[in-house]
């Protein structure tokens, strides 16, 4: 067995500490060391209590969730807790970091916990579509009740260590060296002979849901909106009700169950792949984690629009002074004013203090004059869609910036190739895609040119880093990876439209598949002037000969642009975003299919489902094949960060793997007998489908 667990004696405490880098999760080897450890602290006769501890950088951060699908090797970690919570001497849990899943519910297993105040404790399992396998839907409840114990393992939120210790999860907060401190604190228990609290030995807590089992409906109603869809949110609930309704031991069995059924469920694998897949995407084979980056003091964006703002808000946030430049007062005074009553929205949820929202707003600088952006460390265009706007801006940067200073570009679609050109530091170019609104989608599509210098790149990814984005690395080309797979997505809700589905049914089936909202709805929240304006445009490289629907032109030709104009797809009463279905549009989209010599149909809801989302995983294919995605799994938390795809679906590749390649490429190939061109199947997907194989053996190709 590795060495991952060490005894040694501090005083007359035994310190047991676990080293299993990175987050010292809980492998086989590190349950059968925690054993192992156990007994000697309690052989030891010069111990009269022991601490358990991590080493590194955290305590334990929870079962090792590599070894979920593979046969479970004994210790099981209900073993080990239980033999920590029947140990004749006081077992101290020091924490540190995050102790997190069974990291906490060992922590539970002790009769103390003392933590630093930096550490946070949590029950992330529901994240990965489980539920806290080890006691901890038994033990948190009668430790702190059941309503805030609902709150930390439905939601699976970290908690501070000081809201812990006012919760009663923490009993000390241990100020200073945390092994010194914790060794002490279990010293003092010794001496004082203080009880061995064993928390499953508890029920005083449980009493006020046991005469209100009413709590856990009303909990589960609070939930429905946020979690809909998902099976593990709903699973905690009934394990904890089980511990109010169960004797602790049948709990536990309960618990185990209900586990188990998570575990087994295709949700919990598809979360499990999107926690590794958002971690994978981080890694570039030819930029390693050694490429050195340039630092980042200060940064500027030009434009204050909808993008510019919310990209200056990301470097505000992220304590960043920002300079915001643009060309005339009054749109710069628009732009900032957004800026602030987007914050003021934030504080008045309550989730920014008043003192922080004046911090971050003074970080945000505005001018109309462009040399302001001279010593910025990293330069965001958020200027217009239009190739010479864009062009002129570049070349201009790259007369007034440092000769250090990265440029980068928001542009959606445009060819960064192209705007690189415009400049003399191609090298030092980069496409940086916000989403938007820019403050609060978390994903950024970083699209390298084919000069983009590596140590731009990583630059690029450290401040994705710091200011809390979730990134992923594109290649150059129309609409990147997200937008270029969306475009078929939209083209075939159009045609199903045209074809005799109406679009409140479209949006339906994908709001029912488990999406915030369908194409249409979706369209008109964005404004469908936005894709006008791109498909209209000089410079975007749609091939031409693929026919779209005039629909949603004809739309715009109308001034109905979507919300913003209290018409799109669907009509607004004033003030209200309900999208409201608009015999003005079932005419024109009838009108367009008479054009088209198309006899309208009824259109089955799987119909709807296959033609909208197999275009993104055909599309995906072929952006794999080309390079423009590193891997599958990156197609994936571009989805599902940047479009609301299910994350219980694990992605568009992923989910196209649960079918079956096979299928998959067997229907798409099926359309493209009955609807042409925009339907030719992936060679790649061919080539996996034919070899029975899935995007998950793909290697990938290199962006
Ligand atoms: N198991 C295996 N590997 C893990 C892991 C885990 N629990 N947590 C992290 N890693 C890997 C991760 O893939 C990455 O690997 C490296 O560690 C650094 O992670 C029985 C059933 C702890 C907050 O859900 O939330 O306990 O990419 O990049 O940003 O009831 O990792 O370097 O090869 O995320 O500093 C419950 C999951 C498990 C916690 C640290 N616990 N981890 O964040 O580093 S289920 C969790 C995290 C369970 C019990 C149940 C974060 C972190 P690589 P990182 P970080």
Redesign the pocket.
């Known amino acids: 067995m590795a060495d991952v667990v060490h005894y040694e004696r501090d005083g007359a405490v035994g310190v047991i500490t676990v080293d299993n880098p990175?987050?010292n999760?809980l492998s086989v080897e590190v349950r059968a060391g925690l054993v192992d450890a156990l007994a000697r602290g309690l052989a030891d006769a010069g111990a009269a209590a022991l601490v358990i501890l991590g080493a590194g950088r955290?305590f334990i951060?929870?079962?090792?969730?590599?070894e979920f699908g593979k046969p479970l090797t004994p210790p099981d970690?209900n073993e080990v807790i239980g033999r920590i919570e029947a140990s004749p001497k006081p077992v101290i849990a020091a924490l540190h970091g995050?102790a997190?899943?069974?990291g906490l519910?060992v922590a539970l297993g002790c009769h103390y916990r003392g933590a630093v105040v930096s550490a946070q404790v949590g029950f992330?399992?529901v994240?990965?579509g489980?539920l806290?396998?080890?006691g901890?839907t038994q033990r948190l409840p009668r430790l702190i009740g059941v309503e805030p114990a609902l709150e930390i393992i439905v939601r699976g939120d970290p908690v501070p260590a000081l809201k812990a210790h006012a919760l009663g999860i923490v009993d000390e907060i241990v100020p200073g060296d945390l092994r010194a401190g914790a060794v002490e604190f279990a010293a003092r228990v010794a001496a004082e002979k203080r009880p061995l609290r064993k928390i499953g030995a508890s029920d005083e807590k449980l009493l006020a849901a046991r005469s209100n089992p009413a709590v856990f409906e009303t909990f589960r109603t609070g939930i429905e909106r946020q979690a809909r869809g998902y099976l593990a949110p709903f699973k905690c609930i009934e394990a904890v009700q089980a511990a109010v309704t169960l004797p602790f031991d049948a709990g536990l069995r309960r618990e185990r169950e209900l586990f188990v059924e998570c575990l087994l469920s295709p949700q919990s694998r598809a979360q499990i792949h999107a926690?590794?897949a958002e971690?994978e995407a981080t890694k570039i084979p030819d930029v390693p984690k050694d490429t050195p980056v340039r630092l980042i003091k200060t940064a500027a964006v030009i434009g204050a629009g909808t993008m510019g703002g919310g990209i200056a808000m990301n470097f505000a946030n992220a304590g960043i002074p920002v300079t915001v430049v643009e060309a005339t007062a009054e749109a710069l005074d628009r732009g900032l004013a957004v800026v602030r009553k987007n914050y003021a929205a934030t504080a008045e949820k309550g989730r920014l203090s008043p003192a922080e929202m004046e911090r971050r707003t003074a970080l945000i600088r505005g001018t109309l004059d462009f040399q302001a952006v001279a010593d910025a460390d990293v330069v965001v265009e958020a200027v217009f869609e239009d190739m010479g706007v864009k062009k002129e801006v570049f070349a201009k940067l790259d007369r007034t910036c440092t000769a250090g200073a990265i440029l980068a570009t928001n542009t959606s679609t445009l060819d960064v190739d192209e705007i690189a050109s415009a400049t003399a530091r191609p090298g030092s170019v980069i496409g940086t895609h916000f989403f938007s609104p820019a403050n609060v989608m978390r994903l950024l599509e970083i699209v390298r040119g084919a000069r983009t210098a590596k140590e731009t790149i990583a630059t690029a990814a450290e401040l994705a880093r710091r200011i809390g984005k979730v990134w992923v690395l594109a290649g150059n080309c129309d609409g990147f990876i997200g937008n270029r797979m969306l475009a078929g997505y939209l083209r075939e809700a159009e045609f199903l439209v045209e074809e005799g589905a109406t679009p409140a049914q479209v949006d339906r089936v994908i709001y029912d598949f488990g999406f915030p909202m369908g194409p249409f709805a979706m369209s008109d929240l964005a404004g469908l002037d936005v894709g006008w304006r791109i498909r209209k445009g000089k410079a975007h490289r749609r091939p031409k000969d693929l026919r779209d629907s005039p629909v949603a032109d004809r739309l715009c030709e109308q001034g109905r642009f979507g919300q913003k104009t209290g018409a799109g797809w669907y009509r607004y009463e004033k003030g209200s975003r309900t999208p409201i279905p608009d015999p003005e549009v079932e005419a024109l989209v009838a009108a367009s299919a008479k054009e088209q010599g198309l006899t309208r149909r009824a259109v089955g809801d799987e119909e709807i489902l296959a033609r909208c989302l197999y275009p993104l995983v055909n599309e995906g294919a072929r952006i794999l094949e080309e390079g423009i995605a590193l891997r599958p799994s990156d197609i994936d938390v571009i989805y599902l960060h940047g479009y609301g795809f299910p994350r219980y679906r694990g992605g568009p590749m992923f989910w196209a793997d649960t079918l079956g390649l096979k299928r998959v490429y067997e229907e798409i190939a099926a359309y493209h007998r009955t609807h042409g061109r925009h339907w030719q199947p992936a060679p790649l997907l061919r080539t996996l489908a034919e070899q029975g194989q899935s995007f998950r053996d793909f290697k990938g190709t290199g962006a």
């Open positions: 990175p987050v999760a955290t951060a929870g079962a090792d969730i590599r970690l995050t997190l899943g069974g519910e992330p399992e994240k990965l489980l806290p396998g080890a901890g926690f590794f971690r």
